[in-house]
């Protein structure tokens, strides 16, 4: 089987979305909002990015897992996730770390120190912690899970399982009633359980790629015109305390992680140049991009712009500088061969 384009295209694009994600999450900390409405479409937005980033892309990486263990081995598999996992973790997360903690603070113009302590987590990073530990369960297990799949599963009924157990599970909804996030050094057990789950489903998807590609996509509208519908309702009533909201927000969870998938199936399964190369750069720039964030969040906020100008501003020079630094230190160095399996010579032109 070849690489599905839109996998991949999905892949990068979810991975991106965090530059706008953390533009909106963490404007707030900087500058007050000017207006009650401004204030709402930045929760609105970051909370509804928030509901389907993360689960689709661990839906994809557990489809890309089952696609490695299947076509080089196990023993390949492991050196694969080791070298582009594990590695960059351990290589970035020192530098980032500290570089988060001085861009954050602000310490660099006078008068804008806004966090005294931080505590010793993967911060951004957590995602890559939890790949490689479910990657090490699939390799121990794959065996018994492809002998456990000689049955079909519907992905209606993997969802509708999802929707159910999501808010059951402690530790996975935090006090604002939405999906958690565990950078610690020993992950929260529920979150790191329904992460989990999700990535499982992946696996399954690549085992029962006919059934389930071609059901999500081509239900992939409807997947999406019910997330606006279930997250709109929640943004709405999420402070009200009422009965079911937590299945609402779960449900929003599910059909946001899918519906994604089913759309870029749909719409997004080609693959151009443009496309490759922003795949391709998709790894690095997440990994450099919360330090730039911070950095273009504290410096604007004493440019008297509202919130909305500030994201923009801070998205679009983030993206630049991280694009930027992919074409002059890693496509052509050996950083690429770490982060994207293999480096590109570099031409001269003529």
């Excluded at 049955?151 to 993997?158: D, E, Q, S």
């Excluded at 909201?245 to 779960?250: E, F, L, Q, R």
Aim: aromatic fraction near 18%.
């Amino acid at each position: 089987m070849n690489r599905i384009a839109a996998l991949d295209n999905a892949k990068a694009v979810l991975l991106l979305s965090g530059i706008v994600y953390h533009s909106f999450v963490f404007v707030y900390l900087y500058q007050p909002p000017s207006g009650t409405a401004e204030f709402l479409f930045v929760v609105y937005v970051y909370q509804f990015l928030h509901v389907f980033r993360m689960p689709a892309f661990f839906v994809i990486a557990g489809f890309l897992a089952a696609y490695l263990l299947d076509t080089r081995g196990r023993n390949r598999f492991l050196k694969n996730r080791t070298w582009r996992i594990l590695l960059p973790l351990v290589i970035f997360w020192p530098p980032l770390s500290v570089a988060n903690i001085g861009a954050s603070q602000g310490s660099w113009i006078k008068g804008t120190e806004y966090f005294r302590f931080f505590p010793v987590d993967f911060q951004h990073l957590w995602f890559l912690h939890f790949l490689f530990l479910f990657s090490l369960v699939l390799f121990l297990a794959w065996p018994l899970f492809k002998k456990a799949l000689v049955r079909r599963i519907r992905p209606g009924w993997y969802m509708g399982i999802l929707v159910i157990v999501l808010p059951l599970i402690p530790g996975v909804l935090d006090r604002e009633g939405t999906l958690a996030t565990s950078t610690k050094l020993i992950p929260e057990p529920g979150l790191l359980t329904i992460y989990f789950l999700i990535y499982l489903s992946g696996a399954v998807a690549y085992l029962q790629q006919e059934l389930w590609l071609g059901q999500l996509k081509k239900g992939s509208f409807w997947l999406i015109a019910a997330l606006l519908a279930t997250f709109s309702y929640f943004f709405l009533v999420q402070d009200l305390e009422l009965a079911g909201t937590g299945w609402v927000y779960s449900s929003a969870v599910v059909l946001g992680a899918y519906g994604v998938i089913g759309l870029f199936l749909r719409v997004g399964n080609n693959q151009n140049r443009v496309m490759k190369f922003v795949s391709e750069a998709s790894y690095w720039i997440y990994l450099i991009h919360l330090p730039v964030v911070f950095v273009c969040l504290v410096a604007l906020s004493r440019s008297g712009l509202s919130a909305l100008p500030v994201v923009f501003l801070t998205s679009l020079f983030t993206a630049v500088f991280g694009v930027v630094s992919y074409k002059l230190l890693v496509r052509h160095t050996p950083l690429s061969r770490l982060l994207n399996g293999k480096r590109y010579p570099l031409r001269a032109r003529g």
